[in-house]
C-alpha cells in the first residue's frame, strides 16, 4: 500500500480499481460516496418540500411534483442515503473493530454494494422519464395501485434491486461477526458498534423479506394483472400495510442501532473510561430489536384493527422505551467522572442524546392509541420522526464520519469546520423539527401541498423552512471540509484519539489493504486500551507472520448488477410494448450468466508474501 | 483432511465408521422425509381421514420434516452449531410472530 500509495495512478486505474474491488475498505468507501450522493439529492427534495412551505397557498412548485418530491426525499432519505452510509460505516469499521482481514464473502460484499447503486440510479431514472413514484414513501397499496404512468413501478423495481444488495450485506455482517473474530475477540469482549452492526444484522435478514414479497405483489399487481390489493376484486389493501410495517419497523431500528453502537465507542473514548454498564448495553440491544418486530401495527392504529389489537401493540411499544432509556443512562454515566474531550465528534455525540430522547419521548406519546388518533397523518409525526431519524441517525453518521475519517481515509478532518457544521445542523435541525410538533398539534396535516392563510400556521411553517436553510448551511460546510481536508488535511497517526479499540491498533492510517500483517490477541473489553495500560502501547501478535492469503478483486458484481438494472426496464416497461421482453430476458439473462461464469470460473485468490509483509513493516 | 487421516490408522478407522453412521442417519432421515410426503399426499387424494384431523396430521408431518432437514441435512444436531440455531429459531420466531398476529388481528 505505501508502495502504491505514493505513485500517482491514472483516472483510468483508479476507477477501474474501485468497479472491480472486492476490499471492504475500498467497498465502504463506495457506499460513503454513493449513499452521500443521495443524501445530498434528498437534502435538496427537503428544501423544495421546505420552499413550497415557506408561506400559505405558495405555487413554487405543483402539487403532483410536490407528490413526487415527498416519496422520493423519503424512499432516497431511508433505502438510498442512511441505510448505504450505515453499511458503509460498518464495512469500514467492524472488520478492522473484531481484528479480520476482510469480511466472509468480499464477492457478496461487492454484489452488495452495486446492486444498491444500480437500484437507486433506477429508481431516480424516473425523474427523467414520465414522473417520479408519487404514493408516498410508504407507496400504500389502494394508492400505489392507482397512481398513473411508470412512478411507482419505478419505485418497486428500484428497492426490489436495491433491498437485495441490503439483504447480501447483512448476511454478510453476520457471517463475518461469527467466524472472523481475531484470537481472544470473544462476543463479549466486542465493542458495541461491532455489536450493533450484528444486531442489525440480524434485523436486515429478518425484516426484509417481507419488503421483498411486498414488492412482488405490488409487482404483479401493477405489471402482470393479479389482485392482491385490489379490493374491488376482492383483494384487500390493509395487507400491504401489514408487510410494510412488519419490514418498515424493523427498519427504523436498522437506522438507529447501528448508531448506538458508534455513540457508545465515542463516549467510551472521549471520556477515557469503559464503557458503563456494558452487558447491559448489549442486552438492551437485543431487547430492541426483539421487541422490534412485535410492534408493526402502531404505525396502524386509525386502520380498525379493533381495540384489543392496538391495545397490546400499544403496550408492546411503550416497553421499547425501557432498554432504550437503559441505554440512554448508560451513556450519562460512561461521562460521568470522565475525563471528557469535546471535538466535533464527541459533539454531535452530545447533541444526540437531548435531541434523540425529544423524539423517543413523542414517540412514546404516539405509542398511546387513543392519543394517536388525533396525531395520526400530522406534522406531529412528521417531527416524531425526524427527531429520531435525523437527531438519532443523522447525528450519529456526522458523528461517524468525523470520529473515523483518519481510519477511513488517512486524514483528520478540519475541526473548526466541523464545530460550525455541527452548530449551524443543530440549530437548525432544532428549528425545522421542533416547531412542526405544535404545527402537527394545531392540526397541520402531513403531505399537503399547501395550507391556507391565517389559520395559526404562517409562522410557524416560516420558522421551519430557515431551519432547513440553517442545515443545508451545514451540510455545505461539511463538503467544503471533505475537499479541504483531501487537498490539505493533515496526515494523522494511526491512533489520533488514544483510541481503546482494534480500528486504532493498525499499522498505518488508513489501514493496508490486508488490515493486520499479523492478528492480534484480544485479552479484553477495549483491548487496545488494556495494551496501553499495561505499558505494551500496541498490540501482541496472535500469530507469527507469515503468507496471508486474499481474494481477488472481480468485475462481475458490477456486471450482474448492471444486468439487473436492464431487467427493471424491462419489467417497467414490458406493459407498454412487448419489445421490451428483449431487456427483461436480456439483463435477466446477462446477469445469471455473469452468475454462472462465477461459479464455474475458479479463482483461488493471491498471496501476500513474508518478505513483502516485512520491507513493508520497516 | 487427507494428511492428517493418512498418518494414522485407527484416526482412518474411527472416521470411516463415523461417515459411515453418517450416511446411515441421511439415508434414514431422506427415507422418513420420502415417506412422510407420500403418506401427506395418500391421505389427501385418498380422503380416507376427516378434515378435523387430516390438517393436524399434516402440520406434524411439516414439523418433523423441518426438524430432519434442520438438524441432519443441514447438521444443527453437530457441534458448533449454536449460533446458526440461534439464528434459525429467531427467524421462526419472527415469522411465526407475523403470522400469529396477523391471524390474530383478522380472524379474533
Redesign the interface.
Known amino acids: 500500500m505505501s508502495v502504491t500509495a505514493t505513485q500517482k495512478r491514472s483516472v483510468g486505474a483508479v476507477l477501474w480499481d474501485y468497479l472491480t474491488t472486492i476490499d471492504h475498505k475500498k467497498i465502504a468507501h463506495l457506499y460513503l460516496i454513493g449513499g452521500g450522493f443521495f443524501f445530498i439529492l434528498g437534502g435538496l427534495e427537503a428544501v423544495i418540500i421546505r420552499i413550497q412551505l415557506i408561506k400559505p397557498e405558495n405555487d413554487f412548485i405543483s402539487a403532483g411534483f410536490y407528490n413526487e418530491m415527498i416519496t422520493m426525499h423519503g424512499t432516497t432519505m431511508i433505502f438510498l442515503a442512511a441505510m448505504p452510509i450505515l453499511l458503509g460505516l460498518m464495512n469500514a469499521i467492524m472488520p478492522l473493530q473484531i481484528g479480520a482481514r476482510d469480511v466472509s464473502f468480499p464477492f457478496l460484499n461487492s454484489l452488495g454494494f452495486w446492486l444498491f447503486m444500480f437500484g437507486g440510479l433506477l429508481l431516480n431514472c424516473s425523474w427523467f422519464l414520465g414522473g417520479a413514484p408519487d404514493a408516498g414513501w410508504t407507496s400504500y397499496a389502494s394508492l400505489a395501485i392507482d397512481s398513473p404512468g411508470h412512478g411507482v413501478d419505478f419505485y418497486v423495481a428500484g428497492l426490489q434491486i436495491a433491498g437485495a444488495g441490503t439483504l447480501m450485506g447483512g448476511i454478510n455482517f453476520l457471517a463475518t461477526i461469527v467466524n472472523m473474530r481475531a484470537p481472544g475477540m470473544t462476543y463479549m469482549r466486542m465493542p458495541l458498534f461491532a455489536w450493533a452492526t450484528f444486531i442489525t444484522s440480524v434485523l436486515i435478514l429478518f425484516a426484509f423479506p417481507a419488503l421483498t414479497v411486498n414488492l412482488f405483489l405490488l409487482m404483479f399487481d401493477r405489471m402482470f394483472g393479479s389482485a392482491f390489493f385490489d379490493v374491488a376484486l376482492g383483494g384487500n389493501t390493509i395487507i400491504w400495510q401489514h408487510l410494510f410495517w412488519i419490514f418498515g419497523h424493523p427498519e427504523v431500528y436498522i437506522l438507529i442501532l447501528p448508531l448506538f453502537g458508534l455513540f457508545s465507542d465515542v463516549f467510551s473514548t472521549f471520556s477515557k473510561k469503559r464503557l458503563f454498564g456494558y452487558t447491559a448495553m448489549v442486552f438492551a440491544t437485543m431487547l430492541i430489536a426483539f421487541l422490534g418486530f412485535m410492534v408493526w401495527a402502531h404505525h396502524m392504529f386509525t386502520v380498525g384493527l379493533g381495540p384489543v389489537a392496538n391495545s397490546i401493540f400499544a403496550i408492546a411499544t411503550m416497553a421499547i422505551a425501557v432498554p432504550t432509556g437503559i441505554k440512554i443512562f448508560n451513556w450519562l454515566a460512561t461521562m460521568w467522572g470522565g475525563s471528557i474531550t469535546i471535538n466535533s465528534a464527541m459533539l454531535w455525540a452530545l447533541g444526540f442524546i437531548p435531541s434523540f430522547t425529544i423524539g423517543g419521548m413523542t414517540g412514546v406519546m404516539l405509542g398511546s392509541a387513543v392519543a394517536d388518533y388525533q396525531y395520526h397523518d400530522t406534522y406531529f409525526v412528521i417531527a416524531h420522526f425526524h427527531y429520531v431519524i435525523v437527531g438519532g441517525t443523522v447525528f450519529g453518521i456526522f458523528c461517524g464520519l468525523h470520529y473515523w475519517w483518519p481510519v477511513m481515509f488517512g486524514r483528520i478532518l478540519h475541526e473548526g469546520m466541523g464545530k460550525l457544521t455541527f452548530w449551524t445542523f443543530f440549530i437548525g435541525f432544532h428549528m425545522t423539527f421542533f416547531i412542526q410538533h405544535f404545527l402537527g398539534l394545531m392540526g397541520m396535516p402531513r403531505r399537503y401541498w399547501v395550507f391556507l392563510e391565517d389559520q395559526g400556521l404562517d409562522l410557524g411553517n416560516l420558522i421551519s423552512t430557515i431551519g432547513a436553510f440553517f442545515m443545508s448551511f451545514a451540510v455545505i460546510v461539511f463538503i467544503i471540509n471533505i475537499f479541504y481536508t483531501a487537498a490539505k488535511g493533515e496526515r494523522p497517526s494511526p491512533d489520533p484519539y488514544d483510541g481503546r479499540t482494534l480500528e486504532w491498533a493498525t499499522a498505518s492510517s488508513p489501514p493496508p489493504h490486508y488490515n493486520f500483517a499479523q492478528l492480534p490477541l484480544t485479552r479484553g473489553l477495549d483491548p487496545l486500551w488494556i495494551e496501553k495500560m499495561e505499558g505494551n502501547g500496541k498490540m501482541t501478535p496472535a500469530e507469527p507472520l507469515g503468507d496471508i492469503h486474499m481474494p481477488n478483486g472481480s468485475i462481475l458484481p458490477f456486471l450482474m448488477s448492471l444486468g439487473f438494472f436492464i431487467a427493471g426496464f424491462g419489467f417497467i416497461y414490458q406493459v407498454d410494448h412487448s419489445a421490451w421482453y428483449l431487456a427483461l430476458y436480456g439483463g435477466m439473462a446477462f446477469a445469471l450468466g455473469c452468475m454462472v461464469v462465477r461459479s464455474f470460473k475458479d479463482d483461488h485468490g493471491h498471496h501476500i508474501p513474508k518478505e513483502e509483509l516485512e520491507r513493508e513493516a520497516d | 483432511m487427507p494428511e492428517n487421516t493418512s498418518t494414522n490408522s485407527t484416526v482412518k478407522a474411527y472416521q470411516k465408521k463415523k461417515n459411515k453412521d453418517e450416511m446411515k442417519k441421511q439415508l434414514i432421515a431422506f427415507a422418513s422425509m420420502i415417506a412422510f410426503t407420500l403418506i401427506a399426499f395418500g391421505i389427501v387424494a385418498t380422503e380416507s381421514v376427516d378434515k378435523m384431523f387430516l390438517i393436524p396430521i399434516i402440520v406434524i408431518m411439516a414439523v418433523v420434516q423441518v426438524g430432519f432437514q434442520f438438524y441432519y441435512f443441514m447438521h444443527m444436531k453437530d457441534k458448533g452449531h449454536a ?1 446458526p440455531a440461534t ?1 434459525i429459531y ?2 421462526v420466531w ?1 415469522a411465526l ?2 403470522l400469529g ?2 391471524g ?2 383478522t380472524w ?1
Open positions: 449460533m439464528l429467531g427467524g419472527a410472530l407475523t398476529g396477523l390474530l388481528i379474533w
